[in-house]
C-alpha cells in the first residue's frame, strides 16, 4: 500500500542494481528474503534518487505471504549467499569485501547491537542479537 503514496518507479536490474547491491547486508541480516519483490515493486526509485524499500513482509522469522520460516529463520545470517544466487540477479557481483564495507557502514558490531533497542518482541531482538554476533567472527 505504500507503493501508491510515494512518488518514484519500481527498481530494475538494468539502472539500479549497484544502489540495491549497497543494501544487500542490512537486508540479509534482518532475513527479508523479498527485498525486491516478484515484480521488482517492493522497492521504489524517489525523486532525490534514493530507494525507499516500501515492503519488507518477508523479513524476520515470516516469508512474505505470512508462513513461518521455521528452522530457516535462525541465527546464522546465510542470506549473504542465498541472496547472491537469486534470480534476478541482484546481488550476484557482491564481494565478501562490499560486505564488509556495508558492515563497517553500518557501524559494525556495536553500531548494529545499539539498534536493537528499537525492536519490541524479545525473541525478535535475540535473534537478531545472535544473528550479528555470529557476523563478527566472518566480517571482523
Known amino acids: 500500500m505504500l507503493t501508491e503514496f510515494q512518488q518514484g518507479r519500481h527498481v530494475?536490474?538494468?539502472t539500479d542494481?549497484?544502489?540495491?547491491?549497497n543494501d544487500m547486508l542490512a537486508h540479509a541480516l534482518i532475513g527479508n528474503?523479498?527485498?525486491t519483490g516478484m515484480y521488482n515493486d517492493n522497492a521504489l526509485i524517489l525523486p532525490d534518487?534514493?530507494?525507499?524499500?516500501?515492503d519488507v513482509g518477508g523479513a524476520g522469522p515470516?516469508?512474505?505471504?505470512g508462513a513461518p520460516k521455521g528452522d530457516a529463520w535462525n541465527k546464522y545470517v546465510n542470506e549473504?549467499?542465498?541472496?547472491?544466487?537469486?534470480?534476478?540477479?541482484w546481488y550476484g557481483g557482491v564481494t565478501d569485501e562490499d560486505i564488509q564495507q556495508q558492515y563497517n557502514r553500518m557501524g559494525g558490531q556495536y553500531g548494529l547491537l545499539t539498534g536493537?533497542?528499537?525492536?519490541?518482541?524479545p525473541d525478535t531482538r535475540d535473534m537478531m542479537q545472535q544473528r550479528i554476533m555470529n557476523l563478527q567472527p566472518w566480517l571482523g
Open 33 to 35: 528474503w523479498d527485498v
Open 17 to 21: 542494481r549497484q544502489q540495491v547491491a
Open 116 to 121: 536493537l533497542s528499537a525492536i519490541q518482541n
Open 12 to 14: 530494475r536490474p538494468d
Open 62 to 65: 515470516y516469508r512474505a505471504q
Open 80 to 89: 549473504t549467499e542465498t541472496l547472491r544466487r537469486r534470480k534476478p540477479d
Open 49 to 54: 534518487g534514493s530507494i525507499s524499500y516500501v
